[in-house]
Nanobody, 120 residues
Framework: QVQLVESGGGLVQPGGSLRLSCAAS????????MGWYRQVPGKQRELVAV???????NYADSGKGRFTISRDNAKNTVHLQMDSLKPEDTAVYLC??????????????WGQGTQVTVSS
C-alpha cells in the first residue's frame, strides 16, 4: 500500500500561479508512473500531467506551456507548477501513483485531492 498526501491547493486569481506537491509514503523508484489528474463535479476525471518511469512526461493539451511536472526521487515527491492559471483550471487535483507487477497488471493509488480555485 502507498499513501499519497497532496498539498499546495488554494484560491488564486486568473493569471496567478500555484505549486502542488504530492508526497508518497514509500520510495517511488519502482513506480510505473506518477502524476496529477483533476476532477470537476459532473465531469470525468482527466489527466493533467504524468511522469512515466524512464523520465517521459505527458501533459494534457489544456496545460501545455503553462504547467510543469517534476519529480524528486530523494523525497518521494512529485510537484506540479501551474502558471497562468485560468478559471477553467478550477477543480480538485488528485495525485496518482501507478505501479505494475511482474504479470503486467497495473495498480492505481490516489491521494485525497486538493482544491484549486481560480477566481477574481
Amino acid at each position: 500500500q502507498v499513501q499519497l498526501v497532496e498539498s499546495g491547493g488554494g484560491l488564486v486569481q486568473p493569471g496567478g500561479s500555484l505549486r502542488l506537491s504530492c508526497a508518497a509514503s514509500r520510495s517511488t523508484i519502482s513506480m510505473y508512473s506518477m502524476g496529477w489528474y483533476r476532477q470537476v463535479p459532473g465531469k470525468q476525471r482527466e489527466l493533467v500531467a504524468v511522469i512515466i518511469s524512464g523520465g517521459a512526461i505527458n501533459y494534457a493539451d489544456s496545460g501545455k506551456g503553462r504547467f510543469t511536472i517534476s519529480r524528486d526521487n530523494a523525497k518521494n515527491t512529485v510537484h506540479l507548477q501551474m502558471d497562468s492559471l485560468k478559471p477553467e483550471d478550477t477543480a480538485v487535483y488528485l495525485c496518482n501513483l501507478r505501479t505494475r507487477d511482474y504479470s503486467g497488471r497495473y495498480y492505481d493509488y490516489w491521494g485525497q485531492g486538493t482544491q484549486v480555485t481560480v477566481s477574481s
